[in-house]
């Protein structure tokens, strides 16, 4: 068993995607720097896989080798009789050269993190052709004695990855790794950990365990943000307002009111999952988002963006632009008849009837009550979950825009919107207007709701 | 697990919900704050989170309110603790209230124990019931620590402290800890209470009844008298009592005050012990929450470890030697860099007709092949044609650096109207015009803008 943190460089030529490979396995977006430009990293940087409190692996993020034909040639003038079997020697002597030193300083820096480290994950852009440079660097890299995990990245449906395996096996290396930076998955890190283990079985009970603690941390983040969401449902079907009916103005004012707390309250859920996510406000990778300074552009009592995620306005709304549009108003029992009103005076007094009963307090006192409609909660609900789905399908290291389209590509089914309906007159559960709320019956909704929001992300999730 | 580590436990959960409590109204001002000690990711995330959360109770300056919502807590505990005591020395005179000395058993044992065990039976009730509001004590709690400590602050600190409990189901365990204490206290002070006045007091006990006969009288002295038979302790039956004899007296003082410690506070103490060390274990195997909103949004923050740079870039300025690029030069040459390019066939022909294809350069071979040639003769124009989707490196720059002085005339012609590393070439290149030509001598050319001629 190994007793100290596996020892893993990541190398390469430049610009084939170290650093963003490195913030994907360390799931930190910050790491590093990135850019198109080539030799952005020139310092060996150290960071550390964590499973819990234990670090199982330090992985060291190297400069680009770039001229890796000149210092093959260049390392041929080390090999001597006594050494010519003994790559690392070879290697040392050139470290301990003038040209080291000058010349290929970068390269330099490589080697000896090599020669440092148990091995060296070899990263790879898929999209360049097999050329000769790159089977340079390996040979130069296959002289340090280290196993050699190359990891094929930037892969997709069209990367051809034939030419590269074709190479890579004529070198005996035929364990590669397949992984995308862009958009990876769990199941792209399983498999590298689990080369990772076969190069290294003495690392196999820690790198199991590594293993362990990701699949909990994705775990984590799904429920973390369902859960997010789950409250924010809460809060908004259950918000309520009482206002003065016979004062227009002051309904007008509380519909605004009503609405911009509302919107409030839906942007720091938005806020709270992309920093689940691990994603900050500013984040230049969210710039394609319909997102500015963590809110959305279109706000949720918009109609218009509705119908972008197939939400029918009920007949009653009408003019998207008026204030109302969004808001149930319950106009305290005018309607009721005799007999509902007695019903309600009876049945006042349990649950069942809370509705019609806070509906007749509002008629006796003149009050009119807002409550929100069922489409504002489909609308928040299908676009946070789409997000949601957007964010668990990307690499934490992908520098491209975070892409969202928002679509009707979630069906709603019947038994949540029932379930949302089912606690509009829980008002006291709403945290729109009150920081923390203690209630058991809540808390087991929330989980409820979580548990069927997860089960409809999960199935549009896979494929 | 100690009163100690319990306490410790319990207030890292509470102090950890008071931040977050906080900062559902303030949001916290910079990412610094958010997560202040991103080097320790080693330490548990309960920790990272409880030692960030101490960092921000002193940043918000919600201390104060902690500690003094803290001793009023304390203080409310004595108060309740105190009042226990002086209602059992009540409760004990009560059963003292009679002129001429004459205690009826089974009113005494009833005044002594009979509201006790119902609120007992009450609670064990409750047990199997789950409050969908927060209940009577949390309602207690609250008022009381407003009324101790009533300012803003304070209020999130009760908020936490109520969250915390409900939040974890540990309320109703707390509750009963300190609702087992305070029966403890009030029956405690009450037997003793009552062990004094009999010591110090000579009393009568009577068994009256109106409608029972003798035999079911006997018969519930018999079921009374074999609840304590197990310790040894018997009750006299009925016949001795009414006999009024001293030692029957006696008898029956000393069987009543077991009866009150035994059923009284010993039924409190141990479900009050049962209680405590339900809780505890219970607060020992928690773990903070991280799914709640303000607290889960850290966790991607506070898992991050820290980089350290190992070996540093030494900026040593690599001085490269100036070419001596030829001013005259005859024929113009087309070469590809690093591969054969997938042209296109506009391209290809433009670049067929105009100049003569020398193939690829890839290797310093290559470039010793070509310098072999021009060396004598340059050439009056290379165009180099450049693979853009692949990015620039000092292998392939110094390739384009040694066919300078092969030339007259450099044009460096990239064939993706929109490679990847468009942008590089372009600064790589320019670079190279600013240090080692002039702009006629070297010509960079974008596919999409121009022509290769």
């Given at each position: 068993m190994l007793n100290k943190p596996l020892t893993m460089s990541v190398v390469g030529h430049t610009n084939t995607g170290k650093t963003s490979f490195l913030r994907t396995l360390l799931k930190d977006p910050h790491f590093g720097e990135v850019s198109a430009r080539p030799s952005t990293t020139r310092e060996v940087i150290r960071a550390q896989l964590i499973a819990e409190t234990e670090i199982i692996a330090e992985l060291f993020d190297t400069p680009g080798l770039e001229d890796s034909q000149a210092l093959y040639l260049h390392l041929q003038d080390y090999i001597t009789l006594e050494n010519k079997h003994n790559g690392p020697a070879v290697l040392q002597l050139f470290l301990g050269s003038q040209e080291a030193k000058i010349d290929f300083e970068q390269e330099a820096k490589v080697i000896r993190q090599l020669l440092n480290s148990d091995l060296a994950l070899f990263v790879i852009d898929t999209r360049t052709p097999v050329l000769e440079k790159y089977l340079d660097e390996l040979a130069i890299l296959r002289m340090a004695a280290k196993p050699i995990i190359p990891v094929l990245n930037f892969i997709n449906k069209e990367s051809e990855l034939l030419p590269w395996q074709t190479a890579l096996a004529r070198v005996n290396l035929h364990n590669s790794v397949l992984f995308d930076t862009q958009s990876t998955s769990l199941a792209h890190e399983t498999r590298l950990l689990e080369q990772c283990i076969a190069a290294m079985p003495i690392a196999r009970d820690s790198l199991v365990r590594l293993l362990k603690a990701r699949e909990k941390q994705e775990v984590f983040k799904n429920t973390a943000a369902i859960h997010l969401l789950a409250e924010l449902l809460v809060d908004v079907s259950t918000y309520q307002v009482a206002v003065d009916a016979s004062n227009e103005s002051e309904v007008m004012q509380a519909q605004l009111k009503f609405k911009n707390l509302v919107i409030d309250a839906e942007n720091q859920c938005l806020q709270g999952i992309l920093a689940v996510f691990g994603f900050e406000l500013g984040d230049a990778r969210l710039e394609q988002l319909p997102i500015t300074q963590g809110s959305w552009h279109q706000h949720s009592f918009d109609t218009k963006a509705w119908q972008n995620l197939g939400i029918e306005a009920s007949t009653g709304i009408v003019a998207g632009g008026t204030v109302g549009a969004g808001i149930d108003l319950l106009t305290g029992g005018l309607s009721l008849g005799a007999g509902t009103l007695i019903g309600a005076l009876v049945g006042g007094v349990y649950q069942g009837s809370k509705k019609i009963s806070r509906q007749l307090q509002a008629k006796l006192t003149g009050k009119v009550l807002m409550q929100a409609d069922s489409q504002v909660l489909e609308m928040i609900l299908k676009r946070q979950l789409l997000l949601i789905k957007a964010l668990i399908i990307r690499g934490h290291a992908a520098i491209e825009p975070v892409h969202l389209e928002l679509t009707n590509a979630f069906t709603v089914n019947q038994a949540i919107k029932k379930q949302l309906k089912s606690i509009s007159q829980e008002t006291s559960w709403s945290r729109i207007l009150v920081g923390s709320i203690n209630n058991s019956e809540r808390a087991d909704f929330i989980k409820t709701l979580g548990l069927k929001l997860e089960k409809l992300l999960t199935a549009s999730v896979l494929p | 697990m100690g009163t100690q580590q319990f306490k410790q436990k319990f207030l890292k959960l509470w102090q950890i919900e008071l931040v977050r409590c906080y900062e559902h109204d303030h949001k916290p001002p910079n990412v610094s704050t958010i997560a202040p000690n991103q080097t320790n990711s080693q330490k548990p995330l309960d920790t990272q989170l409880h030692e960030r959360a101490l960092v921000l109770i002193k940043y918000y300056k919600l201390d104060t309110a902690l500690s003094k919502s803290i001793a009023s807590l304390k203080l409310m505990l004595l108060l309740v603790f105190t009042f226990a005591l002086i209602f059992g020395v009540g409760l004990a005179k009560a059963v003292d209230n009679s002129a001429t000395r004459e205690l009826s058993l089974p009113g005494v044992l009833l005044a002594l124990l009979g509201f006790h065990l119902l609120m007992y039976f009450i609670w064990l009730a409750s047990f199997f019931v789950r409050p969908k509001q927060s209940g009577i004590s949390s309602n207690i709690i609250k008022q009381g620590m407003q009324f101790f400590n009533p300012n803003p602050k304070a209020n999130y600190v009760t908020q936490s402290l109520l969250h915390t409990l409900s939040h974890y189901q540990l309320g109703k365990l707390l509750a009963a800890c300190i609702t087992h204490t305070y029966w403890f206290l009030l029956l405690f002070s009450s037997s003793l209470m009552l062990s004094l006045l009999f010591l110090f007091q000579s009393y009568t006990f009577t068994w009256e009844t109106t409608v029972l006969d003798l035999p079911v009288m006997n018969h519930l002295s018999e079921l009374l008298g074999s609840s304590l038979s197990w310790l040894g302790v018997n009750l006299p039956d009925v016949t001795a009592l009414q006999a009024a004899e001293p030692n029957i007296q006696a008898k029956v003082g000393r069987w009543l005050i077991v009866m009150l410690v035994v059923y009284g506070c010993g039924i409190r103490l141990i479900t009050g012990l049962i209680s405590a060390s339900v809780l505890a274990t219970r607060v020992q195997n928690l773990e903070v929450d991280k799914t709640q909103p303000g607290l889960s949004n850290l966790i991607p923050l506070l898992l991050r470890g820290a980089a350290q740079t190992i070996d540093k870039d030494s900026s040593v300025n690599k001085q490269t030697e100036q070419p001596n690029q030829p001013n005259l030069g005859l024929g113009d040459y087309w070469l590809e860099l690093e591969h054969a390019q997938n042209l296109s066939e506009q391209l290809a022909e433009q670049a067929i007709t105009r100049y003569k294809a020398l193939g690829v350069i890839a290797t310093l071979t290559d470039l010793e092949r070509l310098t072999d040639q021009f060396n004598m003769q340059p050439a009056a124009s290379i165009l180099i044609t450049i693979d853009n989707q692949l990015t620039p490196d000092r292998g392939n720059l110094r390739l384009i650096h040694g066919l300078l002085p092969l030339t007259a005339h450099l044009h460096c012609y990239?064939?993706?109207?929109?490679?990847?590393f468009t942008e590089s070439w372009l600064a790589v290149i320019n670079q190279l015009i600013s240090e080692h030509a002039t702009k006629s001598t070297i010509r960079l050319t974008l596919a999409e803008y121009d022509h290769v001629k």
């Open positions: - | 990239l064939i993706h109207p929109q490679g990847n």
